[in-house]
């Protein structure tokens, strides 16, 4: 089974790590959000790839769901102490070296993908792991910050804000000129299930079908595209999608989610399954927290075959089987 997956960050990577629990025949290719793409220190910092890396390849800490296992911090510390900043962004000893890679083999003329490629022959993370994009694109979010709109990064809202303020607007900069990297609608055109795994939605997900082409791949690849909530109960089973969720008006539930993505229109195909082409909704079938069935027929009403089933990652037994759930979705729509 070919199974393409488009990912974020902590979120995304723990569901892969079920997702070869459940399936470890498949063949499985991740399209990573470099939406979160920051520059520091003059390093080119990818956190959702490195996310997924780091967690399938055995060296994240797992405390965190970012960054690396047995971190030491003493470049941080030294930068600090020339008043080289940010200091809100918390890059380690051995996160440095990843970054370091990556940023000279950009400046000798290798394109993102081929970086992230040379990267993972170290982490081995039992994925093919590709960028959305080779081009440069950043989510910017728009505030209020002393009585004045300003833009500023994602990360800057995220990390160092902590979402604290509402963002009016989230914008992923440079997506509009953006290609998909080599190898990112040809995986989705060869897929026989897309999965959206628990990732943000807005800044993770949507940035990724921002780019130009992917959208419209996934409408037209034919396959079932199978998501599951980020949302348990109204709320954001981790960090802060609700807020910009609201950015984008969007309610912050499971239902809200699934119509946000948009319930893809079908037809009979002689494989089973069929999708009518230019639909614009994505999703085939979603699945919503057991806590949230009361939104399954909210869900179906909207086109969206729905089901509730247990969806917190608590351990790798628990996301395994939220796996087998969508898998198994997935195996519905297409009879």
Same mark, same amino acid.
């Given at each position: @089974? ?5 990912? #974020? ?18 063949? /499985?290719?991740?399209?990573?959000? !470099? *939406?979160?793409? /920051? ?7 990818? +956190? ?10 055995? *060296?994240?800490?797992?405390?965190? #769901? ?20 940010? $200091? ?12 370091? &890679?990556?940023?000279? @083999? ?8 081929? &970086? !992230? ?25 728009? /505030? ?31 997506? $509009? ?10 995986? /989705? ?40 909530? +980020? ?7 981790? *960090? ?7 950015? &984008? *008006? ?14 893809? $229109? ?46 917190? @990652? ?16 997935? $195996?519905?729509?297409?009879?």
């Amino acid at each position: @089974m070919r199974i393409v997956v488009l990912a #974020g960050g902590i979120g995304g990577a723990r569901f892969l790590r079920g997702l070869k629990a459940a399936a470890p025949d498949a063949d /499985i290719t991740v399209i990573g959000n !470099t *939406g979160d793409d /920051i520059h520091l220190f003059g390093l080119k910092v990818c +956190p959702d790839l490195d996310t997924v890396m780091y967690t399938l390849g055995g *060296g994240i800490n797992e405390e965190q #769901g970012w960054g690396r296992a047995d971190e030491t911090f003493r470049v941080k510390e030294e930068l600090a102490a020339y008043g080289v900043g940010p $200091e809100w962004f918390g890059l380690g000893d051995r996160d440095f070296a990843t970054h370091i &890679v990556r940023t000279q @083999m950009l400046g000798a003329g290798y394109p993102l993908s081929a &970086v !992230t490629e040379a990267l993972c022959a170290r982490w081995k993370p039992g994925v093919r792991l590709l960028p959305m994009s080779d081009d440069r694109v950043e989510t910017h979010v728009a /505030i209020d910050e002393d009585g004045e709109r300003k833009a500023i990064h994602f990360q800057e809202y995220w990390v160092r804000m902590r979402a604290s303020v509402p963002a009016h607007a989230v914008v992923p900069v440079g997506a $509009e000129q953006a290609k998909p990297a080599p190898g990112v609608l040809e995986a /989705i055109a060869g897929a026989d299930v897309v999965l959206f795994p628990p990732s943000n939605p807005v800044v993770s997900i949507g940035t990724i079908l921002a780019v130009p082409g992917i959208r419209a791949a996934i409408a037209d690849a034919g396959v079932p595209v199978i998501g599951l909530s +980020p949302i348990v109960g109204d709320a954001p089973v981790r *960090g802060m999608a609700d807020k910009v969720l609201a950015a &984008v *008006g969007v309610e912050s539930t499971a239902a809200a989610v699934a119509k946000y993505y948009g319930g893809a $229109e079908r037809r009979p195909s002689k494989g089973g399954g069929g999708r009518r082409k230019g639909s614009p909704g994505l999703l085939d079938g979603w699945l919503v927290d057991s806590v949230d069935a009361d939104a399954v027929a909210e869900v179906e009403a909207a086109g969206i075959r729905c089901r509730a089933v247990p969806l917190m @990652m608590t351990d790798l037994d628990a996301t395994a089987a939220m796996v087998r759930a969508a898998l198994a979705l997935a $195996e519905e729509v297409r009879a």
